[in-house]
T-cell receptor, first 116, second 114 residues
Framework: DAGVIQSPRHEVTEMGQEVTLRCKPI?????LFWYRQTMMRGLELLIY????????DSGMPEDRFSAKMPNASFSTLKIQPSEPRDSAVYFC??????????????FGDGTRLSIL | DAKTTQPNSMESNEEEPVHLPCNHS???????IHWYRQLPSQGPEYVIH???SNVNNRMASLAIAEDRKSSTLILHRATLRDAAVYYC???????????????FGKGTHLIIQP
């Protein structure tokens, strides 16, 4: 089975540009999560969706960040305009939807974003 | 999610068992104990989870204290490929009626010596 697929793997762009990160969750998984990892702050949850509906976006740092899930097989995380402090590795994860919260999350390989 | 405390780093020799401790003194009755690990340049990877009883799977064993205030992840025979950051995380049912996000601490950086 294909795992969580993220694209691009690496992105280098200039400050002020729009950045779009993409994620394809594992087929059949109803929950999707976006995380960010930096040396200073470690791994942080940004937002998560259940059945394509955003449930908690309290981790989204600013209005410059937005996330969508138009269907069960695709999600985007957009930064507009981007700033150097947004440089980080962004991970997408998916899991089966479960009230018991026992289901493990499956992570993609991440997108390494550098804003110059 | 309740807070966990782990040592910053641990070192072990290849082919020896490794015991990674985690303290969670404020754990609630419905918190599950989950362990993930992150190998260099990869996303986190699920290892194991449990509630009250000890658990075993192909990757590791999880020993949970009787009062549930601490747990230990056991790698029975460490290899160089087990060198990673190991995260101990508590999870409860989220407000949306489903699983919510993970709260990662700093984890334990496990170093394996050949």
């Amino acid at each position: 089975d294909a795992g969580v697929i993220q694209s691009p793997r690496h992105e280098v762009t200039e400050m002020g540009q729009e950045v779009t990160l993409r994620c394809k969750p594992i087929s059949g998984h109803n929950s999707l999560f976006w995380y960010r990892q930096t040396m200073m702050r470690g791994l942080e949850l940004l937002i998560y969706f259940n059945n394509n509906v955003p449930i908690d976006d309290s981790g989204m740092p600013e209005d410059r960040f937005s996330a969508k899930m138009p269907n069960a097989s695709f999600s985007t995380l957009k930064i507009q305009p981007s700033e150097p402090r947004d440089s980080a590795v962004y991970f997408c994860a998916s899991s089966p939807h479960s009230r018991l919260s026992n289901q493990p999350q499956h992570f993609g390989d991440g997108t390494r974003l550098s804003i110059l | 999610d309740a807070k966990t405390t782990q040592p910053n780093s641990m070192e072990s020799n290849e082919e020896e068992p490794v015991h990674l401790p985690c303290n969670h003194s404020t754990i609630s009755g419905t918190d599950y104990i989950h362990w993930y690990r992150q190998l260099p340049s990869q996303g986190p990877e699920y290892v194991i989870h449990g509630l009250t009883s000890n658990v075993n799977n192909r990757m590791a064993s999880l020993a949970i204290a009787e009062d549930r205030k601490s747990s230990t992840l056991i790698l029975h025979r460490a290899t160089l490929r087990d060198a990673a950051v190991y995260y101990c995380i508590l999870r409860d049912v989220g407000p949306g009626g489903g699983a919510d996000g993970l709260t990662f601490g700093k984890g334990t950086h496990l170093i394996i010596q050949p």
